[in-house]
T-cell receptor
Framework: DAKTTQPPSMDCAEGRAANLPCNHS???????VYWYRQIHSQGPQYIIH???NNETNEMASLIITEDRKSSTLILPHATLRDTAVYYC??????????????FGTGTRLTVIP | NAGVTQTPKFQVLKTGQSMTLQCAQD?????MSWYRQDPGMGLRLIHY???????DQGEVPNGYNVSRSTTEDFPLRLLSAAPSQTSVYFC????????????FGNGTRLTVT
Protein backbone atom coordinates (compact mmCIF):
# COMPACT_ATOMS: atom_id res chain seq x y z
CA ASP A 1 0.00 0.00 0.00
CA ALA A 2 1.15 3.52 -0.78
CA LYS A 3 2.72 5.67 1.91
CA THR A 4 1.00 8.88 3.03
CA THR A 5 2.41 12.11 4.43
CA GLN A 6 0.42 14.36 6.75
CA PRO A 7 1.36 17.41 8.82
CA PRO A 8 1.80 16.39 12.47
CA SER A 9 -0.54 19.06 13.83
CA MET A 10 -3.00 21.79 12.85
CA ASP A 11 -5.24 24.27 14.62
CA CYS A 12 -8.65 25.46 13.49
CA ALA A 13 -11.02 28.06 14.95
CA GLU A 14 -14.39 26.73 16.08
CA GLY A 15 -17.04 27.23 13.40
CA ARG A 16 -14.52 27.55 10.59
CA ALA A 17 -13.73 24.91 7.98
CA ALA A 18 -10.87 22.56 8.81
CA ASN A 19 -8.85 21.50 5.77
CA LEU A 20 -6.55 18.55 6.44
CA PRO A 21 -4.07 17.75 3.65
CA CYS A 22 -2.60 14.38 2.75
CA ASN A 23 0.11 13.60 0.25
CA HIS A 24 0.12 10.18 -1.42
CA SER A 25 2.34 10.73 -4.43
CA UNK A 26 3.01 7.00 -5.00
CA UNK A 27 -0.65 6.00 -5.08
CA UNK A 28 -1.57 3.51 -7.79
CA UNK A 29 -4.69 3.37 -9.90
CA UNK A 30 -6.61 0.85 -7.80
CA UNK A 31 -5.82 2.29 -4.37
CA UNK A 32 -8.52 4.04 -2.36
CA VAL A 33 -8.01 6.95 0.01
CA TYR A 34 -9.56 6.48 3.46
CA TRP A 35 -9.87 8.87 6.37
CA TYR A 36 -10.34 7.84 10.00
CA ARG A 37 -10.10 9.83 13.18
CA GLN A 38 -9.29 8.96 16.78
CA ILE A 39 -10.75 11.08 19.54
CA HIS A 40 -8.68 11.01 22.71
CA SER A 41 -7.97 7.32 23.44
CA GLN A 42 -11.06 5.85 21.82
CA GLY A 43 -11.03 3.43 18.89
CA PRO A 44 -10.61 5.04 15.44
CA GLN A 45 -13.79 6.15 13.68
CA TYR A 46 -14.36 5.92 9.93
CA ILE A 47 -15.03 9.26 8.24
CA ILE A 48 -15.02 8.90 4.46
CA HIS A 49 -13.24 7.27 1.52
CA UNK A 50 -12.84 7.78 -2.24
CA UNK A 51 -11.07 6.58 -5.37
CA UNK A 52 -11.09 9.38 -7.96
CA ASN A 53 -14.13 11.56 -7.48
CA ASN A 54 -14.77 13.99 -4.68
CA GLU A 55 -17.00 12.56 -1.98
CA THR A 56 -19.26 14.09 0.65
CA ASN A 57 -21.18 12.61 3.56
CA GLU A 58 -22.75 13.92 6.74
CA MET A 59 -19.39 14.21 8.46
CA ALA A 60 -17.00 15.61 5.86
CA SER A 61 -15.95 16.13 2.26
CA LEU A 62 -13.02 14.50 0.52
CA ILE A 63 -11.32 16.33 -2.33
CA ILE A 64 -8.89 14.25 -4.43
CA THR A 65 -6.66 16.01 -6.95
CA GLU A 66 -6.95 15.03 -10.59
CA ASP A 67 -3.57 13.26 -10.56
CA ARG A 68 -4.62 11.55 -7.27
CA LYS A 69 -1.28 12.40 -5.67
CA SER A 70 -2.89 14.31 -2.82
CA SER A 71 -6.21 14.81 -1.09
CA THR A 72 -7.86 17.11 1.44
CA LEU A 73 -10.37 16.22 4.12
CA ILE A 74 -12.73 19.11 4.83
CA LEU A 75 -14.76 19.44 8.03
CA PRO A 76 -17.07 22.30 6.99
CA HIS A 77 -17.86 23.76 10.42
CA ALA A 78 -15.39 22.47 12.99
CA THR A 79 -16.60 22.03 16.58
CA LEU A 80 -14.65 21.32 19.77
CA ARG A 81 -15.73 17.68 19.44
CA ASP A 82 -13.75 17.43 16.19
CA THR A 83 -10.47 17.73 18.13
CA ALA A 84 -8.79 14.42 17.31
CA VAL A 85 -5.99 12.71 15.40
CA TYR A 86 -6.93 12.29 11.73
CA TYR A 87 -5.44 9.45 9.71
CA CYS A 88 -5.17 9.38 5.92
CA UNK A 89 -4.69 5.83 4.59
CA UNK A 90 -4.42 4.44 1.08
CA UNK A 91 -5.03 0.80 0.32
CA UNK A 92 -5.91 -1.70 -2.32
CA UNK A 93 -9.11 -3.58 -1.86
CA UNK A 94 -7.69 -7.00 -2.68
CA UNK A 95 -9.41 -10.22 -3.65
CA UNK A 96 -9.31 -11.70 -0.14
CA UNK A 97 -11.37 -8.81 1.14
CA UNK A 98 -9.03 -8.44 4.08
CA UNK A 99 -9.58 -4.92 5.36
CA UNK A 100 -6.01 -4.47 6.62
CA UNK A 101 -5.29 -0.80 7.14
CA UNK A 102 -1.81 0.59 7.78
CA PHE A 103 -1.95 3.69 9.95
CA GLY A 104 0.70 6.40 10.03
CA THR A 105 0.97 8.96 12.83
CA GLY A 106 -1.77 11.21 11.42
CA THR A 107 -2.53 14.90 11.98
CA ARG A 108 -3.53 16.12 15.42
CA LEU A 109 -6.28 18.68 14.83
CA THR A 110 -7.04 21.05 17.68
CA VAL A 111 -10.23 23.09 17.39
CA ILE A 112 -9.85 26.35 19.30
CA PRO A 113 -12.85 28.09 20.92
CA ASN B 1 -26.65 -2.81 18.76
CA ALA B 2 -23.45 -3.16 20.80
CA GLY B 3 -20.99 -3.07 17.85
CA VAL B 4 -17.47 -4.23 18.80
CA THR B 5 -17.03 -5.04 22.49
CA GLN B 6 -13.63 -5.48 24.09
CA THR B 7 -12.93 -6.80 27.57
CA PRO B 8 -11.30 -6.01 29.89
CA LYS B 9 -10.85 -2.24 29.59
CA PHE B 10 -7.71 -2.26 31.73
CA GLN B 11 -5.29 -5.01 32.74
CA VAL B 12 -1.99 -5.19 34.62
CA LEU B 13 0.17 -8.28 34.19
CA LYS B 14 3.51 -9.39 35.55
CA THR B 15 6.20 -10.49 33.10
CA GLY B 16 5.66 -14.10 32.10
CA GLN B 17 1.95 -14.21 32.89
CA SER B 18 -0.56 -15.17 30.23
CA MET B 19 -3.94 -13.70 29.43
CA THR B 20 -6.60 -13.45 26.77
CA LEU B 21 -8.06 -10.20 25.47
CA GLN B 22 -11.64 -10.71 24.39
CA CYS B 23 -13.30 -9.20 21.32
CA ALA B 24 -16.88 -9.78 20.23
CA GLN B 25 -18.99 -8.19 17.49
CA ASP B 26 -22.72 -8.52 16.83
CA UNK B 27 -22.80 -7.19 13.25
CA UNK B 28 -22.17 -10.55 11.52
CA UNK B 29 -18.89 -9.20 10.10
CA UNK B 30 -16.65 -11.74 8.38
CA UNK B 31 -13.44 -9.73 8.88
CA MET B 32 -11.90 -9.12 12.30
CA SER B 33 -8.49 -7.85 13.33
CA TRP B 34 -6.32 -6.79 16.24
CA TYR B 35 -4.16 -3.66 16.39
CA ARG B 36 -1.82 -2.30 19.01
CA GLN B 37 -1.10 1.37 19.60
CA ASP B 38 1.98 2.60 21.42
CA PRO B 39 2.34 6.18 22.71
CA GLY B 40 2.70 8.75 19.94
CA MET B 41 2.36 6.13 17.22
CA GLY B 42 -0.28 4.97 14.82
CA LEU B 43 -1.98 1.58 15.02
CA ARG B 44 -0.07 -1.52 13.94
CA LEU B 45 -1.79 -4.69 12.75
CA ILE B 46 -1.12 -7.81 14.84
CA HIS B 47 -3.38 -10.55 13.42
CA TYR B 48 -6.50 -10.71 11.30
CA UNK B 49 -9.20 -13.14 10.17
CA UNK B 50 -11.43 -13.22 7.09
CA UNK B 51 -13.81 -15.80 8.54
CA UNK B 52 -14.31 -18.53 11.11
CA UNK B 53 -11.40 -20.95 11.08
CA UNK B 54 -9.14 -18.58 9.09
CA UNK B 55 -6.45 -16.39 10.65
CA ASP B 56 -3.31 -14.72 9.37
CA GLN B 57 -0.44 -12.59 10.62
CA GLY B 58 -0.22 -8.86 10.34
CA GLU B 59 2.71 -6.49 10.78
CA VAL B 60 3.67 -7.32 14.40
CA PRO B 61 2.45 -10.88 15.23
CA ASN B 62 5.29 -12.11 17.47
CA GLY B 63 4.21 -12.94 21.01
CA TYR B 64 0.52 -13.16 20.16
CA ASN B 65 -1.83 -15.98 19.17
CA VAL B 66 -5.36 -15.79 17.79
CA SER B 67 -8.15 -18.17 16.88
CA ARG B 68 -11.55 -17.70 15.22
CA SER B 69 -13.94 -20.47 16.16
CA THR B 70 -17.08 -18.36 15.63
CA THR B 71 -17.98 -15.37 13.46
CA GLU B 72 -18.64 -13.25 16.55
CA ASP B 73 -15.49 -13.77 18.62
CA PHE B 74 -11.80 -13.15 17.96
CA PRO B 75 -9.71 -13.48 21.15
CA LEU B 76 -6.06 -12.40 21.34
CA ARG B 77 -3.77 -14.46 23.57
CA LEU B 78 -0.53 -13.40 25.18
CA LEU B 79 1.23 -16.62 26.20
CA SER B 80 4.10 -15.05 28.18
CA ALA B 81 3.69 -11.32 28.64
CA ALA B 82 6.69 -9.03 28.22
CA PRO B 83 7.08 -5.32 29.10
CA SER B 84 7.35 -4.59 25.35
CA GLN B 85 3.70 -5.66 25.05
CA THR B 86 2.56 -2.76 27.21
CA SER B 87 0.19 -0.99 24.84
CA VAL B 88 -3.41 -0.20 24.00
CA TYR B 89 -5.05 -2.97 21.99
CA PHE B 90 -7.90 -2.36 19.57
CA CYS B 91 -10.14 -4.92 17.91
CA UNK B 92 -11.89 -4.07 14.63
CA UNK B 93 -14.39 -5.72 12.31
CA UNK B 94 -16.03 -5.18 8.93
CA UNK B 95 -17.81 -6.91 6.08
CA UNK B 96 -15.57 -8.40 3.41
CA UNK B 97 -17.43 -7.16 0.36
CA UNK B 98 -17.09 -3.64 -0.95
CA UNK B 99 -15.19 -0.88 0.79
CA UNK B 100 -16.80 -1.63 4.10
CA UNK B 101 -15.55 0.70 6.86
CA UNK B 102 -13.78 -0.78 9.86
CA UNK B 103 -15.65 -0.63 13.18
CA PHE B 104 -13.35 -0.41 16.19
CA GLY B 105 -13.84 -1.30 19.82
CA ASN B 106 -12.82 1.12 22.58
CA GLY B 107 -9.63 -0.69 23.41
CA THR B 108 -7.91 -2.61 26.20
CA ARG B 109 -5.12 -0.79 28.02
CA LEU B 110 -2.49 -3.37 29.03
CA THR B 111 0.47 -2.77 31.31
CA VAL B 112 3.14 -5.43 31.80
CA THR B 113 5.46 -4.88 34.75
Amino acid sequence: DAKTTQPPSMDCAEGRAANLPCNHSTISGNEYVYWYRQIHSQGPQYIIHGLKNNETNEMASLIITEDRKSSTLILPHATLRDTAVYYCIVRVFDQTGANNLFFGTGTRLTVIP
Amino acid sequence: NAGVTQTPKFQVLKTGQSMTLQCAQDMNHEYMSWYRQDPGMGLRLIHYSVGAGITDQGEVPNGYNVSRSTTEDFPLRLLSAAPSQTSVYFCASSYLQGNSPLHFGNGTRLTVT
